[in-house]
DNA sequence: AAATGTTTTGACTAATCATGTCAAAAATAT
DNA sequence: ATATTTTTGACATGATTAGTCAAAACATTT
């Protein structure tokens, strides 16, 4: 139920490390972990699973604060946010009803 | 509950207009309606305003088809699909209780 | 079946947005 | 006060998006 950032920001402030340390293990520079953290940036698929295999977590998890981050930046002020969210439920479930792999 | 193209092709079919007409009331190139009908391209919000003008129907309607439609697009094949929508659910309906104009 | 009208396709371009670096400023801890 | 860490913002670069254009494919008439 959370944010992508907040979680992160938790999970790296109890192992007191530095923005500096994860940011390296993401070959990232440290200013961008630091918007992540802060939900200025968006963290980019690989990111998130790095971090998962970083701080040991459930990837699905963070991989669903992530995309929910995502979709609500995505809608962004629109009105019709939340019936656009139960059509777009739909339009995945019967989607994914005739899906073929 | 219908994809933005399905909708607005419909519309135009019935009244027995060319993309050409349409198009140009739009200002953009034929070609580009083409593929918004077919679902290849996703329409502007602007496009989607001047749509529901043009066509005499609700625009908020139209804006639900829009939207929902990219969501989908965004998701992708993720499989935590349904989960992050609930969550974004749950994320725009709290932002919304706390949001000052 | 030729001619005309419509739609689709794909190569290309321009503009916008995403992702990142870097260095300095601001904040925090020693 | 110094060190360390975090935040900020200007900038570079790459990817994506939105569009044009012309030709090919498809439908209709005549």
Redesign the interface.
């Known amino acids: 139920?959370d944010?992508l950032g907040e979680t992160i920001r938790k999970l790296r402030e109890e192992k007191e490390l530095p923005l500096r340390t994860v940011a390296a293990y993401l070959d990232i520079d440290q200013a961008i972990l630091s918007k992540i953290e802060r939900g200025q940036r968006n963290a980019t698929r690989e990111q998130v699973v790095k971090l998962a295999m970083y701080f040991n977590i459930k990837e699905?998890d963070l991989?669903?604060?992530w995309?929910?981050?995502?979709?609500?930046y995505?809608?962004g002020d629109?009105?019709?946010?939340?019936?656009?969210?139960?059509?777009?439920?739909?339009?995945?479930?019967h989607?994914?009803s005739k899906s073929k792999k």
């Open positions: 139920m944010n699905s991989l669903v604060s995309l929910s981050d995502k979709l609500v995505e809608i629109e009105q019709v946010a939340l019936e656009a969210l139960l059509v777009a439920e739909e339009k995945v479930k989607q994914k």
